[in-house]
């Protein structure tokens, strides 16, 4: 498939299916796995089309050809965008509009997880298809880090939390992806400050090696997710599993596993 394709080890735990219809970025993020081998060659801080499709909307009728060839695989997990660029951002949101009209008259639940903020009146402009429909069958994620020096080409920290608590005030499914975590600070601030906004937390460390993390603060970091009021639903990735050396099976209820549906 040229759009839609089963992602593999850290991309797997957002999604079963995946799609990627552009690559490259302007969010241009300092630590953005896609400038690392061997996915370097392929980066660049200007979304473009995958050289797979002819245009726009060659993209749109591969896309649907790919969606009516695995409809019960992609009604039963859903899609997640994206894994090469920010489905979001100007250049590319136009495009991810006519994907996620597609997918929610054939009922698939899709995932977006942006860096943007202030994208909601261009977006909702832009779609044409049934509201009812995109709040049953969409969810919109951020990423937090809070660090706004590391992303310079993307929205604050603090827009992307405006626009998280908009969309959830709608009634619309939220994520965050608290991933990478920079430091342990950071990442419990944005956890603390969009407790009212948000149904999930997915968190997980730097890949790559960018990011050197002391243990005993990564223990205190998971007492501290504990204790959050109101017992927020939280996947822990592998990698901060791995390094906290825990169970799964110890932890409380609300931190939940892989295939946890939040569409249910």
Not at 111 to 121: D, S, W
Not at 161 to 173: F, G, N
Not at 226 to 238: E, F, S
Request: one cysteine or more; charged letters at 25%; glycine letters at 10%.
């Amino acid at each position: 498939m040229k759009a839609i394709y089963k992602p593999k080890g850290k991309a797997n735990e957002y999604g079963m299916y995946g799609c990627n219809l552009y690559t490259s970025c302007s969010n241009d993020c300092g630590y953005c796995y896609l400038k690392c081998p061997p996915m370097s060659g392929y980066w660049g801080s200007t979304p473009t089309l995958k050289k797979c499709f002819k245009d726009e909307d060659d993209a749109v009728r591969i896309f649907q050809e790919e969606v009516t060839d695995n409809l019960p695989d992609l009604q039963k997990y859903g899609l997640f965008m994206s894994f090469t660029t920010d489905p979001l951002i100007p250049e590319t949101i136009g495009l991810t509009v006519k994907v996620v009209e597609i997918c929610t008259r054939n009922g698939v639940n899709v995932k977006l997880l942006t860096k943007c903020g202030g994208f909601e009146e261009g977006f909702f402009t832009l779609f044409t298809g049934s509201e009812d429909k995109l709040k049953k069958h969409v969810a919109f994620g951020f990423t937090f880090t809070g660090h706004d020096e590391l992303e310079p080409g993307a929205p604050d920290n603090k827009k992307r939390i405006e626009s998280m608590r908009r969309l959830h005030s709608w009634d619309y499914r939220t994520f965050s992806s608290m991933e990478p975590i920079v430091d342990f600070g950071f990442t419990m601030e944005m956890i603390t400050e969009t407790l009212d906004c948000c149904d999930l937390y997915k968190i997980g460390l730097m890949s790559g090696g960018g990011a050197k993390y002391d243990l005993k603060e990564g223990q205190n970091f998971l007492r501290d997710l504990k204790q959050l009021p109101g017992q927020p639903n939280i996947y822990l990735k592998d990698s901060l599993v791995s390094l906290l050396g825990i169970d799964r099976n110890t932890l409380p209820a609300n931190f939940v596993g892989k295939d946890y549906d939040m569409f249910q």
